[in-house]
């Protein structure tokens, strides 16, 4: 019986360090075979791409012109895969992943082919430190909540994993599409992704027992507050008006976002509660964000 085939699908921006350190790790610490690795250089510089080609002989290299966010640079590299290689699974692995567990990708294949209406799969997600980030969440009401019980031991079904490592298969992306380039350039492709698969009947797991270390966020780290801003209330809105009904809807646009704009958690890790938010020192410039925000053409200016 041939092993499934598995195209890892990686789109960077501006980490060349962060990007070689998770070539290395993936390379030395996976033992499944049947694999390749396809990276979208999207910096719109080409200058990543490049050096990744030189040094590392085994990755196959896009390089955008321009600049086409999470969704259109993973959906470029899921093309040249399936017109490449017609793999059986597509791996979206963030540039900054480290791969712990020389197993990982047979584990995830195991858990996949053993139910034919698992359709996406996601693992447990450690920040640098050790501590747990994320093992994938839910949509309940107007929030948008992570599973942080870190002493889950077996698989479980979520709404949504994060997109630092999802796992799909060809059916998905057969049946649903590829991810939907409205989000770009980054934020809640990946949940809104998991929703519609889940809404076409098929099951989304979390596999605690696969672990990666992400560290997060150094990329959009890297852009202005203003740009982070308005693209989280342009993707939030955007998210909440296709997912959400009736009152959570109203509530998660209109008084939650507008919340967001004002205050801010202390930590990210900090749950919803009152005391844990202090207030933005530019609240009131973040509400005209807010705004802009439902006015795609203002937006779109703002954010080039």
């Known amino acids: 019986m041939k092993s499934p085939k598995v195209a890892i699908i990686i789109s960077t921006y501006n980490q060349k360090k962060l990007l070689e350190e998770s070539l290395e ?17 999207d910096s719109g510089k080409g200058e990543i791409g490049k050096e990744i080609k030189k040094k590392f002989k085994w990755v196959d290299i896009t390089i955008n012109k321009e600049n086409k966010g999470f969704s259109g640079a993973n959906n470029i590299g899921i093309k040249r895969a399936r017109t490449y290689y017609k793999p059986d699974y597509f791996l979206l692995l963030n540039d900054d992943v480290e791969i712990l567990q020389k197993d990982w990708l047979k584990k995830m294949i195991e858990i996949g082919e053993s139910d034919e209406k698992t359709g996406i799969l996601g693992c447990k ?41 999802i796992f799909i298969k060809k059916e998905i992306i057969e049946k649903i599409g590829l991810l939907d ?95 844990k938010f202090i207030l933005r020192k530019k609240f009131l410039r973040n509400l005209g964000l807010w705004f802009i925000s439902f006015f795609p053409k203002i937006y779109k200016n703002k954010l080039k």
Not at 34 to 41: G, I, L, M, Q
Not at 125 to 147: A, C, D, F, M, T
């Open 25 to 41: 790790s993936l390379k030395k610490n996976t033992n499944y075979k049947d694999y390749r690795v396809y990276v979208v250089d």
């Open 125 to 165: 997600i450690l920040y640098p430190n050790g501590s747990l980030q994320n093992l994938g969440g839910y949509v309940r009401g107007w929030k948008i909540e992570l599973e942080l019980n870190e002493n889950k031991k077996d698989t479980f079904e979520v709404d949504h994993v994060m997109g630092a490592c």
């Open 181 to 275: 380039e409205i989000y770009s350039p980054y934020l809640l492709e990946d949940t809104d992704y998991c929703l519609r698969a889940k809404e076409k009947g098929w099951k989304i797991v979390s596999v605690p027992y696969v672990k990666i270390i992400h560290k997060k966020g150094k990329s959009i780290d890297s852009l202005e507050d203003k740009k982070r801003l308005l693209v989280r209330f342009k993707n939030d809105i955007i998210f909440s008006k296709r997912h959400l009904k009736g009152y959570n809807k109203f509530f998660r646009i209109f008084i939650y976002l507008p919340l967001v704009a004002i205050f801010k958690k202390k930590k990210d890790t900090d749950n919803l509660k009152l005391s």
